[in-house]
């Protein structure tokens, strides 16, 4: 582990070495917002592997990885911080060599207690110290120093939650926790070619660079060229902005009778609907479906799509039934591109600039496209 460190809070030599090329990319107050923040990994599925290598590249002080469940024969498939023959060991354990080997720099610890065995003091402690919960829970220790373009926001300790593997139930639950506390909150997953991440900031607030519009000189003529010279500027300026999120529960439970939602309903992915029925399977099963159990699942899923969108008010013809054959297991390429999502809006919302995905994506594996949904009671 390397703990040098410049004084006053800078980053080393070593850290400005490792970190040159996302440093240019996104600042260095980004980096040390990153470095001074822990984060807590629920679910060492394909998914969680993902966003684990992506936030310890990244640079974050420490990962605590959180997962009580063993290997499965079908983990290694997607899950590539677990080693050959490791069947049988539990899964966060397993992959704590790998984990580590990618940045010696970052602090990376196993924790092999449920998730849902943990009460909301679980939570809230990380108010005063650095770890992070459920996916994903980030602490700035250093939050007193001005963050260069940042300076219009205030700058205050912030704390992330993101949830992979987990049931409706414990979904919606931890993000009540969150919202109350003002814990930022993430969840996410991936069902076969499918895979969705949402987010609840609560009030979030974040900066933008905007092109300035370059001001015409007096007596100029108006015209193409004094136009094309407007917004050829190169100079940009950083505009303060504030997005509202909804909580998840009523994100999952808008009711699509109205007249004014029924309008919304051409455009809303189909996807939002596939989620709703997965969601309905792990929380019935306790598991997601198998492919070892693939004629009983599907018969499963198609029954619970007709219960799942009869009780939203919606049409079960929005999914065809050829929907059951896409949703099973983790797919490796699905796992990397909703991963990448889901770590890129964490740094997006550590770092506070550039806009979030206000709250749904989406990916189509098949089709090889994403779209952000905002689905809420509004």
Same mark, same amino acid.
């Given at each position: 582990?390397?703990?040098?460190?410049?004084?006053?809070?800078?980053? %080393?030599?070593?850290?400005?070495?490792?970190?040159?090329?996302?440093?240019?990319?996104?600042? &260095?107050?980004?980096?040390?917002?990153?470095?001074?923040?822990?984060? *807590?990994?629920?679910?060492?599925?394909? &998914?969680?592997?993902?966003?684990?290598?992506?936030?310890?590249?990244?640079?974050?002080?420490?990962?605590?990885?959180?997962?009580?469940?063993?290997?499965?024969?079908?983990?290694?498939?997607?899950?590539?911080?677990?080693?050959?023959?490791?069947?049988?060991?539990?899964?966060?354990?397993?992959?704590?060599?790998?984990?580590?080997?990618?940045?010696?720099?970052?602090?990376?610890?196993?924790?092999?207690?449920?998730?849902?065995?943990?009460?909301?003091?679980?939570?809230?402690?990380?108010?005063?110290?650095?770890?992070?919960?459920?996916?994903?829970?980030?602490?700035?220790?250093?939050?007193?120093?001005?963050?260069?373009?940042?300076? *219009?926001?205030?700058?205050?300790?912030?704390?992330?939650?993101?949830?992979?593997?987990?049931?409706?139930?414990?979904?919606?639950?931890?993000?009540?926790?969150?919202?109350?506390?003002?814990?930022?909150?993430?969840?996410?997953?991936?069902?076969?070619?499918?895979?969705?991440?949402?987010?609840?900031?609560?009030?979030?607030?974040?900066?933008?660079?905007?092109?300035?519009?370059?001001?015409?000189?007096?007596?100029?003529?108006?015209?193409?060229?004094?136009?094309?010279?407007? *917004?050829? %500027?190169?100079?940009?300026?950083?505009?303060?902005?504030?997005?509202?999120?909804?909580?998840?529960?009523?994100?999952?439970?808008?009711?699509?009778? %109205?007249?004014?939602?029924?309008?919304?309903?051409?455009?809303?992915? %189909?996807?939002?609907?596939? *989620?709703?029925?997965?969601?309905?399977?792990?929380?019935?099963?306790?598991?997601?479906?198998?492919?070892?159990?693939?004629?009983?699942?599907?018969?499963?899923? &198609?029954?619970?799509?007709?219960?799942?969108?009869?009780?939203?008010?919606?049409?079960?013809?929005?999914?065809?039934?050829?929907?059951?054959?896409?949703?099973?297991?983790?797919?490796?390429?699905?796992?990397?591109?909703?991963?990448?999502?889901?770590?890129?809006?964490?740094?997006?919302?550590?770092?506070?600039?550039?806009?979030?995905?206000?709250?749904?994506?989406?990916?189509?594996?098949?089709?090889?496209?994403?779209?952000?949904?905002?689905?809420?009671?509004?």
């Amino acid at each position: 582990m390397v703990e040098k460190e410049e004084a006053g809070g800078g980053i %080393s030599e070593e850290e400005a070495a490792q970190y040159d090329r996302q440093i240019r990319l996104w600042g &260095l107050e980004a980096q040390k917002r990153l470095r001074a923040s822990r984060v *807590l990994l629920v679910g060492m599925k394909g &998914l969680g592997a993902e966003i684990a290598k992506n936030l310890i590249l990244a640079g974050v002080k420490g990962l605590t990885m959180l997962d009580h469940e063993q290997v499965s024969p079908e983990d290694p498939g997607a899950q590539f911080l677990i080693r050959t023959g490791s069947i049988g060991r539990n899964r966060a354990e397993a992959s704590l060599e790998r984990a580590q080997n990618l940045n010696p720099m970052v602090d990376v610890k196993v924790d092999t207690e449920n998730i849902e065995k943990k009460p909301e003091s679980f939570f809230t402690q990380f108010d005063a110290v650095a770890p992070v919960l459920s996916c994903l829970l980030t602490l700035p220790l250093d939050s007193s120093r001005p963050f260069g373009f940042v300076y *219009l926001l205030e700058l205050r300790s912030t704390l992330f939650v993101c949830l992979t593997c987990c049931s409706r139930d414990v979904i919606v639950k931890v993000d009540q926790i969150c919202h109350k506390n003002s814990i930022k909150f993430f969840t996410g997953d991936v069902f076969g070619y499918h895979g969705y991440t949402f987010a609840n900031l609560g009030e979030h607030e974040f900066v933008e660079e905007k092109t300035k519009v370059a001001k015409v000189s007096q007596g100029i003529e108006d015209g193409p060229d004094t136009k094309r010279a407007k *917004l050829d %500027s190169s100079e940009t300026t950083m505009v303060k902005k504030k997005v509202v999120f909804c909580p998840v529960k009523e994100a999952l439970e808008v009711d699509w009778r %109205s007249e004014k939602v029924k309008a919304a309903l051409k455009r809303t992915t %189909s996807d939002y609907f596939l *989620l709703q029925v997965l969601l309905k399977f792990r929380t019935d099963k306790g598991r997601d479906p198998g492919s070892e159990t693939y004629g009983e699942d599907s018969e499963s899923l &198609l029954q619970i799509r007709n219960d799942v969108l009869d009780s939203l008010g919606v049409s079960p013809d929005l999914l065809p039934e050829d929907f059951v054959r896409y949703c099973f297991s983790e797919m490796a390429p699905v796992c990397a591109v909703v991963g990448g999502i889901l770590a890129q809006e964490i740094v997006k919302a550590l770092s506070q600039r550039d806009p979030p995905h206000n709250n749904f994506f989406f990916f189509d594996g098949i089709k090889g496209s994403g779209i952000v949904e905002c689905l809420g009671p509004k």
